[in-house]
């Protein structure tokens, strides 16, 4: 199975997007104060610009393709400067292509520093929240927009809390055993197509569906199935974490397979390294349940530090040491022979 970074996914998105979506998402209002097309000018960075050097002249490391955030000491330090200053720092501020600028804790423009930014196509808007506050949210937002992702063929499911990826070859029944999984109580995030995402810098790998083809699932020889209108809304879920991935194999006879699960098999998703469970599929094997207790040994490795296989193998161990500390000495044959000759 490979799982390689090829085709990693970076973006970038619209004004327009961001600001329809964060209020969504997050409880920080945001109120335009110009009428600029945000379509056209898209943010291609995650992270937000302070631009009080800027402000003040000096550019030269000016990260302009950053969302501007204008707080307390941006706004009162334009206030503080006399009309024609002001105008000349702002037009020198303005003439870089910058995706918006945000106003926070209801700071104000006047009015022709507002009509620069809206001849430059620059969409500016404004928040009651503190810059700490906003600048939080946008970060929290923008991080999870511009997190690395990649889409995977496979089912995605919820087993006890455990994020499970189901990989494998087309045809070996992946989306039939995530709807036996579902049957038996369990979420499906996602069939088909898995879009795996990477928070940040961090080693979370989070799992969602495609919006096209959401809860919706093909079996063949039955058609397209709808597992929320089948099962009701307990059924799905909307993501979860990537914790474990189990790869379906076609069975092999000249094949070697884990027996114990001494030694544990990673796989590399955007970097990060995740547990691999590889099961071969033959006519009677319960897939399935197999998956739960998969599932269930993760949980005990996790949370009780337990696991089987190391525990069968020491118990082996303390069972062979005491039948050799429990066996009779051997005898001195030697000395037996001695005895008799004299």
Known sequence: MNFDQKGLKKRSITVAYFFENIQKRSDVRFRPLNNVDAQQRRIPERDLHRPGL?????????????VQILGNTETRFLNHLDPEERRKAFANFVKFRIPCIILTSNNKLEPELLDMATSAGIPVYVTRCSSTKAIYHITDFLDAEFSLYQQYHGSMVDVYGVGVLLTGKSGLGKSEVALDLVERGHGLVADDVVVVKRRGETNALVASRNNIIDHFMEIRGLGVVDVRA?????????????????????WSKESEYERLGLDQKTVKLL?????????????????????EVVALNFLLKRYAG???AEALTERIKNVINRDRAEAPAPSNCSEDHDDENE
């Open 54 to 66: 800027a402000i003040a002249g000096f550019t030269k490391l000016f990260t302009y393709k950053r």
């Open 230 to 250: 089948n099962f009701g809304i307990r059924a799905i879920r909307d993501a979860k974490d990537v914790q474990v991935v189990v790869e379906l194999l076609e």
């Open 271 to 291: 970097g990060v390294d995740l547990p691999l469970v590889q099961l071969p599929i033959f006519p009677g094997k319960n897939i399935t349940v197999i998956i």
């Open 306 to 308: 337990y696991v089987p």
